[in-house]
């Protein structure tokens, strides 16, 4: 084989490449040349626009990271103070995150004549010294976030009403001689204020009935329960500006105090009760619908199971517990499986309602109630009511009662204490809650010191300890538990001093953090399962966590 026929077979696209190019024509050339030229041009823009979106991506992380300040979450002192002298108040307390820093701020009432403290006086606003004022204190430090002289007197406050006056949240007080004022909670400006009737000595009752828009401006109204001496009146206002939109004097009983229950398809009924009678009344017979020509027509809920009860004679439907005996003190709406339940407290004999069927579903000797009952978890997700009955010689049971059952799940007794502030819980994350209370464990009251209320705090998972966390002796008006951030920062606020109508003088309000207090608690056994390490205990209720879980 010659050299010619080995080379072609060693490199058999040799020859074929040459002969190729040498027949490629200069115009076919020329298209290649453009072809790579472009495809050259396309990688190095794609290369660029690479390290562009590189680039910019980095500056992005680094101005995020150390360029652009990350929002700072308010720094909440664990305890404050804020003391007022020559002062009184009445038992008003209320949480609510009046500067929107998604910690909730306090609510309450100050009657005084000091009024340098506040850089306003009584008169700036109409009204006589010593005149009383709404305040609002920042839950992170105590500080006054507003401060608005309201009243002469006040005989009803409410917070938290939505769409007040066209603000997101407002407060109505009911001032003497009877007139109703709005307050923007945010801004503690003020709304409107309307006179609400000419008889000196009417008196509001609380809470407030929140109904639906009655007179065509979008924005929820409400109804005010009214009596003077044996008459009995309903005023309808707007939520708008206070207008008086309906007087009516036609319901019958005389009442003690009322109460709104909402049943499963959403009917608002007015309980109220008077005795050992209980009246429900609905917004559609409570208000109505001929009233002035610009209001429009409201088709206001009615609940077809509670319907079938109705006494037509008297509009009302008469909600007759079994267990008869004794006076209401109180009626609570109690959660359930799948709705809501009327817990009717008596002085005798306590029982819960089916809030359907308004039959019985339990009832329990209650009797000698000393302060109201409060809704918390004692297992999980089940709930419980924590009860308060005396028991003679200055002693005291604590109850905790299943709401399926009315079985009781846990019991203590105490002494009393001084006022015996009503129980406060906090939902926990573990689906139960902590449970709060006043008294004295102490079988002898030490003659130096005289009656202290101290604070207890229990939790079903550890039934036999109780952490002892504060004790006061000066007159507690208001005591709360409260969860001030969401799932964090659980506290107890405490309203202290002379109540209206007593001698001036010192008015304290406190914000303890539980955590503090629990680092510094007393813990109490109460069997003999006495665990010698104290420590574990405080530290298992301060890694405790909480939940805003509705109650």
Known sequence: MDNKDIDTEIHPLKNDGKFTENNVTDAEKEIVIKKQSGLSRLSRCRTAAFFSALFLCLAVVFA???????????????????????AETIAFLTTEDVNQDKVKDVIFLVKTDNTSIFNMSCVDKGFQSPCTFLIALSGTNGSALWIIPVADEVQLAECGIQNLGGVKSGCLII????????????????????????????????????????????????????????????????GHNGDLLREDSSIGIEEKGHHVFVTKSGAQYVLFYKGDVIEGYSINHLYSRKVEAESKSVAFKQDPDWEKRL???????????????????????????????????????????????????????????????ALGYFKKDVMSIIVELGIGNGRKKVIIIESNSGSVQWQLEMNMGIVNPNPATLSTGDHRSTFLFWGSLNMVINETTGAKDILYMFH?????????????????????????????????????????MEEPGILTVTKRKLKEDIINSKVIWLSSKEDSNEQKIRDYFFKMRYTSQAK
């Not at 008297?314 to 109180?330: E, H, M, N």
């Not at 002892?468 to 002796?473: A, D, P, S, Y």
């Open 64 to 86: 995020f990271s150390f360029i652009i300040p990350c929002p700072v979450r308010p720094y909440s002192q664990r305890t404050w103070i804020a003391q007022y002298e020559q």
């Open 175 to 238: 001032g003497i001689p009877c007139f109703a004022s709005a307050i923007d909670s945010h801004t503690g400006k003020h709304l409107w204020t309307k006179e609400i009737s000419t008889e000196i000595n009417a008196i509001v009752k609380g809470p407030v009935v929140k109904i639906p828009d009655v007179n065509g401006d979008d924005i929820q109204d409400l109804i005010l329960i009214s009596t003077v001496e044996d008459k009995f009146t309903i005023f309808t206002l707007s």
């Open 311 to 373: 006494n037509h004679s008297g509009g009302y439907i008469p909600l007759l517990p079994v267990s008869s005996s004794g006076d209401v003190l109180y009626l609570i709406t109690v959660p359930g499986k799948y709705y809501k339940n009327l817990f009717v407290v008596k002085s005798e004999v306590s029982e819960l309602l089916d809030g359907q069927k308004l039959n019985s579903l339990w009832s329990l000797n209650t009797s000698d109630i000393i302060s109201k009952p």
């Open 460 to 500: 079903p998972t550890l039934p036999d300890v109780l952490l002892e966390l504060n004790n006061h002796t000066e007159n507690i008006v208001m005591f709360d538990a409260v969860l001030f951030e969401a799932s964090r920062h659980a506290c107890y606020v405490l309203l202290t001093g002379p109540k209206t």
